[in-house]
């Protein structure tokens, strides 16, 4: 009984590490840059690999394309992103970043998530499954496994729209009381 209870120990003090980690990493982030972690990791990779599509971009930094196309107009607002239409096919667009964005990029700190990110493409398969595992064990414990995944240091929601609109939809009627229901019909 003794050993478990240390072992429970060092995993709280370990998810309490990487929460502290992850709230001081993106308070420093908004404070050097002005920047949400997610903004910044976006025009970091986009400074890597510039120009790329919204797609690419998604997928290198691990999000949903509607909610990168969020991401982008906050970035595109403030002068730090700019999307590109192709002049062969004008249905493609390329980002790039602006003069602006990439004199913010230079002197910006790392990003949690990159970070987190990058270390975990480097685990032996055995270990990254082993980690899984246990994340997923602890969304079962705590119950959240339906809870919309917020970014990091963003209010910002990493799910499709599609099944936004379709919890959106189905809360609502939920909450409606029958009275209100006969009305609508």
């Not at 980690?131 to 499709?160: A, F, M």
Request: proline letters at 4%; aromatic letters at 2%.
């Amino acid at each position: 009984m003794e050993s478990n209870a240390a072992v429970v120990a060092e995993i709280v003090d370990n998810i309490r590490r990487i929460f502290q980690s992850i709230n001081e990493h993106s308070k420093k982030v908004k404070r050097e840059t002005g920047l949400t972690g997610p903004q910044l990791w976006a025009i970091k990779t986009l400074a890597e690999s510039s120009p790329m599509s919204v797609s690419d971009l998604a997928r290198r930094i691990y999000l949903h394309p509607a909610t990168v196309v969020g991401i982008l107009d906050r970035l595109e607002i403030n002068g730090l992103v700019r999307r590109v239409r192709s002049m062969e096919d004008r249905r493609v667009v390329k980002l790039q970043l602006t003069a602006r964005g990439n004199a913010l990029v230079k002197d910006a700190p790392n990003v949690v998530q990159g970070v987190l990110v990058s270390g975990l493409e480097h685990l032996s398969d055995k270990k990254l499954s082993a980690i899984g595992d246990g994340l997923s064990v602890l969304v079962d414990i705590l119950g959240v496994k339906s809870l919309p995944p917020k970014l990091i240091g963003s209010r910002e929601v990493n799910v499709p729209q599609k099944r936004i609109r379709h919890a959106m939809k189905k809360r609502s009627r939920i909450k409606l009381p029958a009275r209100n229901k006969k009305m609508r019909t």
